[in-house]
């Protein structure tokens, strides 16, 4: 017998036929009944305090911990912006913390693109880590309530280990192959060489490996000398070659501080008989249309991207098949769960991943670049600046190790980091930075002020 709907619904009285058909309110309890099910009744947590610890060992590390409701229960995600470390605490603290008070952890996308749009200016690298740490907290958070970690959340792994690469230097060409010889039998297998000093910016102020006379009308800082560096470099891949044969992998930064786009290309046609794995950044994002050109020239394989801010930033490299090797400080693109995204359009168009970490990076962050190395199918490499000093160990137990030439993620809940507050607190930031907290202005010969 059928049902006369309307005469059913008016008996009932209007609240009564609300309690029985609104479609929202029974969809809800639906879902409710659905997450209780799946979670087997753990309760969500809701964020009860979000702050940022500050340390300083080297570099200026901030790391955000949410902490929730329920007890023992938090998670760290790395904020770190060295170049601009002071203003991270207050981005956090002051911004994004009163927004984000009680919410349900277990919506990190829905958070991700709140904090996002929180400001109506978006994608600024002062924002992007502040959600990078909070975005990270939240998938710390995650594992820690169901004890596994975050690779497991994100579909497993595909790989055991992420493959590095590490960086090799020297003031003279032998300081250089001794110092690629020392990190090989550490088992590296890819090494970024630098000649005369750490970055190019201080080359020209170390002895001068083949007598190139560098003189600067600026006195405030070291001068730098793209020709002469570029020249330097090519003859260290040269002298590599020749002492440590073919077998080790190696690559190059150029920091964005070759002369000029023309002589971008032309260095990438000149390296390319040395068959380094990736040259990295030969042009600042401004030129990028010139690597039509260094690709229609040369097979050399060029990574890009360290300066890239925006997720989409490298939609217009990748559509094009102009570059080998995306690259990003993960947090300055607004953390795991943006990277992830990265990664996956580097996917579709046969391009790897190579995340930034020379040590300007906390523990909790590198574990957020290996987790998304060990669960990418488009991973390429990861640049990694070392095991742990004696003090970050300190502050952060379970930092990543490195053996063999791999980095290891983790295996514990989460991110596997715990943070010492008590040890962190023996490391406060230094009221006196220079400029970016590291290498300073770079200037040519004739004082002029370039890329840093
Ligand atoms: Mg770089």
């Known amino acids: ?171 003279t060409p032998e300081a250089l192959v001794d110092s690629i010889r020392k990190l090989a039998a550490t088992g590296a297998r890819n090494v970024h060489i630098a000649i005369g000093g750490g970055t190019p910016s201080n080359a020209a102020t170390s002895p001068d490996p083949f007598g190139y006379q560098i003189k600067s009308l600026d006195t405030t800082s070291p001068p730098y000398d793209p020709d002469a560096h570029t020249r330097q470099i090519l003859d260290a891949f040269a002298y590599v070659r020749k002492e440590l044969g073919g077998d080790i992998g190696l690559g190059f930064d150029a920091h964005e501080r070759l002369a000029s786009p023309r002589a971008a290309v032309q260095f990438c046609k000149d390296v390319e008989q040395y068959r380094p794995y990736m040259i990295e950044d030969p042009l600042a994002p401004e030129d990028e249309d010139y690597f039509r050109e260094i690709r229609a020239q040369c097979s050399t394989p060029i990574s890009m991207g360290e300066l890239f801010i925006h997720p989409r930033d490298w939609e217009f490299l990748l559509e094009n098949r102009l570059i080998d090797y995306i690259r990003c400080h993960v947090s300055e693109v607004g953390g795991f769960s943006a990277a992830r995204k990265i990664a996956v359009l580097a996917e579709m168009y046969q391009v790897r991943t190579c995340w930034h970490n020379p040590g300007d990076i906390s523990p909790v962050g590198i574990m957020a670049n290996l987790t998304l190395d060990v669960t990418s199918n488009a991973f390429g490499l990861q640049e990694f600046g070392g095991n742990p000093s004696e003090q970050i160990a300190e502050v952060f137990q379970g930092a990543p190790q490195y053996k063999d030439g791999y980095a290891w993620v983790s295996d514990l809940p989460g991110w596997g980091v715990e943070l010492d507050e008590k040890a962190a607190a023996k490391y406060p930031f230094e009221s006196a930075q220079p400029l970016n907290g590291s290498w300073g202005a770079v200037r040519l010969p004739d004082g002029s002020i370039i890329h840093q």
């Open 1 to 171: 017998m059928q049902v006369n709907r309307r005469k059913f619904v008016s008996s009932l009285g209007a609240a009564g036929a609300c309690a029985l058909f609104d479609p929202s309110a029974q969809a809800s309890a639906s879902a409710r009944a659905r997450v209780d099910q799946a979670t087997r009744g753990v309760p969500t947590p809701k964020i009860k305090d979000i702050s940022v610890i500050e340390v300083q060992i080297g570099t200026r590390l901030s790391v955000v911990k949410i902490t929730t409701d329920q007890p023992g229960l938090y998670g760290y995600g790395c904020a770190t912006f060295t170049q601009r470390a002071d203003l991270i605490k207050p981005a956090v603290e002051l911004y994004l913390k009163p927004l984000l008070l009680g919410w349900n952890t277990d919506r990190i996308e829905d958070i991700w693109q709140t904090c996002w749009n929180s400001s109506y200016w978006r994608s600024g690298p002062v924002l992007n880590n502040a959600i990078s740490g909070v975005d990270e907290a939240l998938w710390d958070i995650k594992g820690r309530q169901v004890g596994l970690p975050v690779y497991q959340l994100v579909g497993g792994k595909v790989r055991e280990a992420a493959e590095v690469y590490r960086h090799a230097g020297g003031a």
